[in-house]
């Protein structure tokens, strides 16, 4: 008795755990339930029940509710389909000139402003990839296809390989130093020399559009909920699921609206990118002291010019984080585009994934990672860039980039003459290598990986079997077996005893939705392999990440590590496990662990680093080991911040185990993949993406409500 | 006398959701008890003074006693709830936007606390700032802010960054541009508390050395009691809101109006604060071959009266004896008087 007055928290969770197994075990599992395989979805069956909400009929087994919840919500992703479809061809019709046809003609608003802004995307992709790969739609579209048939002349050549790395250096060495324009001509010649330019120039126009257009929209609309809390609180639950969604179910409802092409990965991209910049911005804003933001008023600054001279500016260093995200996010979103037509480098790995060819995917992937690294130092660069008031420059010291390029632009010309001279019979080298005809390091990585196969195949395929039989098996019946309202019950307990009643209806209803979609069976399966690369993340993380911790250099070298793996597209993970292990879940989990590992190490690492000095001091002082320093006082005090990082690992398995549908799993993510190939796809790919949103948002709520007190419980905001 | 330059008129600061109301309905007789039990702080209550051209007014007061509030009221970075404010005859609180951006752009400087300087700016880029935001060419203002950089003896670290100079390096940045638009008014919010008492002590002198050259109109806030006495023609002491006594130094050690000043008082040493004027008796009768200057501070002169045996002639600027003062009332003054001597 006495253990329970003292520790009454505990008490608490046992009773929960308690009340958890009596359900499960009350409730039988019922004879006719067996778990539906993908293909037998759509089999009409006699044994099923329905029911019919908003005209649409929803078919189901039927189960006692104990067992699984009736799919309330199975009319959701039907009415969201022909809803969209209706905005799309039926609401609202304007007169429409036609140029083509000249006469007007009845189009849907939607439509009609959809097929605007493609043309819009499509016009400034084009003319970003013409000035460097060269072609004629820019200028067709300035005049007409006649005109250009008649001025063969005017077509853009594109611009030669070694003007554009030359210039990237250029640019870096104006923006930053040498060190970066050596890192940024080093890039675009292994761009150009492993035969990735023109994919790589692709994918580059595509994220020149959407990375500024991000930009900007995701500031604006920062500003805007930092101006007024209204705003903000109608973007906040937006903004939360945006961070949670697999970037893959907002294809499906893109690929409704602005049909296949650049354009839409484009617009795609804005829509995944935004999100973080917006919360960036206004997490930055809020932190400008007031007695700046005073001297700024004191100074005499309009609202214009108090926003722009000194809000923004004071609140770079969190902006500037959110130009990061931005570029990273439209990296990563590079690949995923590609699957709705998105041309490029992106295009060429899930090429090469399609192969199984490692090398080829690796080049491409290491072209994905450099090129968005450098984007970014350079937009950092750019943003430190300080101006000199004192030095009295002469014209040539002004304008010698400028001259200097004019200098690179001629040889670059020269020498592309040249190179039709020297490489009569073959592809000009100094104009452009073509794609594939470059070196390549490919077959090494292939005969690697073989290698590893053949020589360790017995093992290999041991573990595989141990693990698939003994642990993953077992684990994933084990959550299958779980009663709907035990979960439930289990979930909101958990959130009350954490973060109170409000924590606990916020749960709750993010595990209705689940509950009631038809798809409670597949949100299991992902939660058990979620659960289960969490959890490996998490050991091999805090295990890393502790140890390197104990030495500045290899702290700072992790994070590093961290930032290369983190860019890096994470597809590429997907093709040495699979050659290794197959088509079963250990690939699918071993990607995910690889992936959420990173975070896990970043947080712990920062974490511990966040221990004020002083107390290290203390510490010492008191007489402690390093071993009872870090259990004692660094593990309890980084503890929040490394929660926030479990956060971080939730998100990124969550990510990778739906990207791991293209492997083969039988969870939400089989079914987001096939969304995509499906006509009616829209609504369903939506709905599952919510629903995996929603379990990241679960663990987000208690994760962060434990966070909170726990801070509040040591002092430190 | 002229035309004060700051003039406030029961002025008060109430923060709350209702606070107009409850104003209104209270009479200008504010209670900070049942305010508060309605939801409501007082920030400041019924302040009423003046500040002339040309003079140093100190708000003195402990934390939460409303002395930056006031400051924030009269530079109109918050709004008061009630009274009036005149600042060279305008009416402060009438002001629509523009007509505030442009007073603030040209007769108002502010120094705060934690030197609310830009970080992404160096110090020329900071002390050029607000000339920058009145539209003022880069080059000129750049030149302007080299003159401030020199007057605040930053010379040779125009270049840095915020972040790479001292606490009182940062303030004298933060005071450069301040008083780069030349202002008649400068606010100056606690600007010394959070440095070195070393440091603290140097940019009193060098703040009163500046003062001594540009002659504005201040408004000092501060905590701290000595620094008060140093540096203040008149003194005001708040106290949760109220100011409860604004006079000059010297009557506000002599006589404290009220327990709460008192407190204050008890330990400063009067030798350094009190004038010879301030004791002197306007008898000229005995009178020693000695003379002082009336505007003398005791501390300076009391050793060279005490060795006298008659009264010493004190005389004003003119060399006109005045009245005279003998040692046992300087005894008295600096022995006398004090609670645990009693």
């Known amino acids: ?717 | 006398m002229s035309e004060p330059v700051i003039k406030c008129e029961n002025v008060y600061k109430i923060f709350g959701a209702n606070a107009q109301k409850m104003l209104q309905d209270s009479n200008g007789n504010v209670d900070a008890k049942t305010f508060q039990e309605n939801g409501c702080i007082v920030g400041v209550n019924n302040a009423s003074f003046e500040v002339s051209k040309g003079e140093m007014l100190v708000v003195m007061g402990l934390s939460g006693s409303g002395k930056s509030t006031l400051l924030r009221c009269i530079s109109r970075l918050t709004d008061a709830t009630g009274g009036k404010i005149f600042i060279e005859g305008q009416d402060l609180l009438q002001l629509n936007n523009k007509d505030l951006i442009d007073l603030r752009r040209n007769k108002m400087g502010m120094v705060f606390q934690s030197f609310a300087l830009l970080p992404h700016k160096t110090v020329v880029e900071n002390i050029a700032f607000p000339l920058q935001i009145k539209g003022i060419k880069t080059e000129d203002s750049i030149n302007k802010a080299m003159d401030m950089v020199k007057l605040v003896g930053l010379d040779g670290r125009e270049n840095y960054f915020p972040r790479e100079l001292s606490g009182g390096q940062q303030q004298r940045v933060g005071i450069a541009r301040s008083l780069a638009v030349e202002p008649d008014i400068w606010f100056l919010d606690e600007p010394f508390s959070a440095l070195d008492p070393l440091i603290r002590k140097e940019m009193q002198d060098e703040f009163l050395r500046l003062q001594d050259k540009l002659q504005k109109t201040i408004m000092f806030i501060t905590h701290d009691f000595d620094e008060a006495l140093k540096l203040a023609d008149r003194i005001a002491i708040m106290k949760d809101g109220i100011i409860e006594q604004l006079d000059t130094p010297a009557n506000i050690v002599l006589n404290p109006a009220t327990e709460y000043v008192r407190k204050f008082t008890e330990e400063v040493p009067r030798e350094k604060v009190l004038l010879i004027e301030d004791v002197m008796e306007v008898s000229k009768d005995n009178l020693g071959d000695l003379k002082v200057s009336k505007d003398e501070i005791i501390e300076n002169v009391a050793e060279k009266i005490l060795t006298q045996e008659k009264p010493v002639a004190v005389v004003n600027e003119n060399n006109e004896i005045i009245g005279s003062i003998n040692p046992a009332k300087i005894i008295n003054t600096v022995f006398g008087g004090r609670k645990n001597n009693n």
């Not at chain 1, 309330?72 to 389909?81: C, K, Q, R, T």
């Not at chain 1, 554009?164 to 640019?171: D, K, P, S, Y």
């Not at chain 1, 975070?599 to 002082?621: F, K, N, Q, W």
Request: proline share 4%; hydrophobic share 55%; with cysteine.
């Open chain 1, 1 to 717: 008795m006495e253990f329970f007055k003292k520790y009454p928290k505990t008490f608490q969770w046992l009773f929960l755990l308690v009340v958890f197994f009596a359900l499960c075990f009350a409730i039988e599992v019922p004879e006719t339930y067996k778990f539906i395989r993908g293909q037998a979805e759509f089999v009409k069956d006699p044994n099923q029940s329905s029911y019919v909400f908003l005209g649409k009929e929803v078919r189901y087994y039927a189960f006692d509710v104990f067992w699984r919840l009736p799919p309330l919500l199975g009319w959701l992703p039907i009415w969201i389909n022909d809803s969209l479809f209706f905005l799309m061809n039926e609401w609202m019709p304007i007169e429409v000139w036609n140029e083509d046809t000249q006469e007007f003609k009845s189009r849907p608003i939607v439509l009609q402003i959809s097929r605007n802004l493609t043309a819009f995307m499509t016009f400034l992709i084009e003319l970003i990839r013409e000035i460097l790969l060269g072609g004629l739609e820019t200028i067709v579209a300035f005049t007409s296809w006649d005109w250009i048939d008649k001025n063969p002349w005017a077509e853009l050549p594109g611009l030669p390989w070694t003007i554009v790395a030359a210039g990237a250096a250029l640019l870096s060495y104006k923006l930053s130093g040498k060190g970066l324009a050596l890192f940024a001509g080093l890039t675009m010649v292994y761009i150009s020399v492993f035969g990735q330019w023109k994919p790589s120039m692709q994918t580059l126009s595509f994220i020149l559009v959407a990375a500024p257009l991000s930009f900007i929209f995701g500031l604006g609309l920062g500003i805007a909920a930092f101006r007024s809390k209204r705003v903000e609180k109608a973007l906040y639950p937006i903004l939360l699921v945006m961070q949670t969604m697999p970037q893959y179910a907002v294809l499906v409802p893109a690929l409704v609206l602005f049909g296949v092409g650049d354009h839409a990965a484009v617009i795609i991209t804005m829509v995944v990118a935004i999100p973080p910049m917006i919360l960036l911005t206004l997490l930055g804003l809020r932190a400008v002291p007031p007695e700046v933001i005073e001297a700024g008023r004191m100074s005499g600054c309009t609202n214009f010019q108090l926003m722009f001279k000194v809000l923004i500016p004071t609140a770079r260093r969190d902006i500037l984080i959110g130009v990061n995200q931005v570029i990273m996010v439209c990296f990563s979103m590079a690949v995923i585009s590609a699957f709705i037509g998105a041309k490029g480098l992106g295009f060429n790995l899930l090429l090469a994934l399609n192969q199984l060819n490692i090398g080829l995917a690796l080049e491409a992937g290491l072209c994905i990672s450099l090129i968005a690294i450098l984007l970014d130092k350079m937009s950092l660069a750019w943003a430190n860039k300080q101006t000199d008031y004192f030095g009295n420059l002469t014209f040539y010291q002004r304008n010698k980039n400028l001259l200097f390029f004019g200098v690179i632009f001629f040889i670059g010309i020269v020498l592309a003459y040249m190179g039709t001279y020297l490489f009569k019979d073959t592809f000009n080298y100094l104009f452009e290598i073509p794609h594939n005809k470059g070196i390549s390091t490919a077959d090494f990585w292939n005969k690697g990986v073989d290698w590893i196969f053949d020589t360790f195949f017995v093992y290999i395929k041991a573990f595989n079997t141990w693990l698939i039989q003994e642990v993953l098996q077992p684990m994933r019946a084990l959550y299958l077996r779980m009663p709907a309202i035990a979960t439930i019950v289990l979930v909101v307990g958990a959130g009350y005893l954490i973060g109170g009643l409000r924590s606990a209806l916020v749960v709750c209803a993010l595990t209705l939705f689940i509950a009631f979609s038809p798809w409670w069976d597949r949100a299991l399966v992902t939660a058990y392999m979620a659960t289960f690369g969490v959890i490996v993340s998490c050991i091999i993380g805090f295990t890393v990440g502790t140890l390197c911790f104990q030495n500045k250099h290899s702290a700072n070298f992790m994070l590093g590590v961290c930032d290369i793996f983190q860019t890096f597209p994470s597809f590429v993970y997907l093709i040495p496990v699979m050659m290794l292990f197959g088509i079963t879940d250990t690939s699918v989990l071993i990607a995910v662990i690889v992936y959420a590992t990173i975070p896990a190490t970043r947080y712990t690492i920062e974490g511990l680093r966040s221990v004020p000095a002083g107390l290290h001091d203390a510490a010492t002082m008191s007489g402690v080991n390093k071993f009872q320093r870090l259990t004692k006082i660094e593990f309890p005090l980084a503890f929040p911040h490394m929660m926030l990082g479990i956060n971080q690992t939730i998100v990124f398995a969550l990510f990778m185990v739906i990207i791991g549908a293209f492997i083969g799993t039988e969870d939400l993510g089989q079914y987001i993949l096939k969304a995509l190939s499906d006509k009616k796809g829209a609504g369903i790919g939506l709905t599952l993406g919510i629903c995996v949103a929603f379990i990241a948002l679960i663990f987000d709520n208690l994760i962060r409500a434990y966070v909170q007190k726990r801070k509040k419980h040591l002092g430190i905001d």
